[in-house]
C-alpha cells in the first residue's frame, strides 16, 4: 500500500468509525426518549452545528436497534468523547428504572 492510500485509507476508516458512534449515540438517545442535540450541546457548548448528529437525528427510528448504556459509553470513551459520556452518564441516571 502507497503512503498516500495508506494514509487516504486511516483517514476514511477513523470517519466511518466516527459516524458509527454518532449514529449509535442517537439510536441510544431516540430509544430512551433523551434529545441527543441537547446532551450534545451541554458537552460541547462552544462548538459549531455538528451535520452528522443532524443527519443521525433525521435517520434514526425507535428502537430500530437496542444500545445498551454501558455499550454506548465505552463507544463514547473510545473516541475520547468523555465530556459527552459524562451527559449521557447523567442522562442515564435520570431514565426510570427498568424491573
Same mark, same amino acid.
Given at each position: 500500500?502507497?503512503?498516500?492510500?495508506?494514509?487516504?485509507?486511516?483517514?476514511?476508516?477513523?470517519?466511518?468509525?466516527?459516524?458509527?458512534?454518532?449514529?449509535?449515540?442517537?439510536?441510544?438517545?431516540?430509544?430512551?426518549?433523551?434529545?441527543?442535540?441537547?446532551?450534545?450541546?451541554?458537552?460541547?457548548?462552544?462548538?459549531?452545528?455538528?451535520?452528522?448528529?443532524?443527519?443521525?437525528?433525521? $435517520?434514526?427510528?425507535?428502537?430500530?436497534?437496542?444500545?445498551?448504556?454501558?455499550?454506548?459509553?465505552?463507544?463514547?470513551?473510545?473516541?475520547?468523547?468523555?465530556?459527552?459520556?459524562?451527559?449521557?452518564?447523567?442522562?442515564?441516571?435520570?431514565?426510570?428504572?427498568? $424491573?
Amino acid at each position: 500500500m502507497e503512503y498516500e492510500s495508506r494514509e487516504d485509507f486511516i483517514i476514511k476508516k477513523y470517519q466511518q468509525d466516527e459516524e458509527t458512534m454518532v449514529r449509535v449515540f442517537v439510536q441510544w438517545c431516540v430509544n430512551h426518549k433523551v434529545d441527543p442535540l441537547a446532551l450534545y450541546t451541554a458537552a460541547y457548548p462552544a462548538q459549531a452545528e455538528n451535520q452528522l448528529l443532524k443527519t443521525a437525528m433525521e $435517520e434514526t427510528e425507535a428502537f430500530e436497534y437496542d444500545i445498551g448504556g454501558d455499550v454506548l459509553l465505552e463507544v463514547l470513551q473510545s473516541f475520547g468523547n468523555d465530556d459527552l459520556a459524562f451527559e449521557v452518564a447523567s442522562a442515564m441516571e435520570k431514565l426510570p428504572r427498568e $424491573e
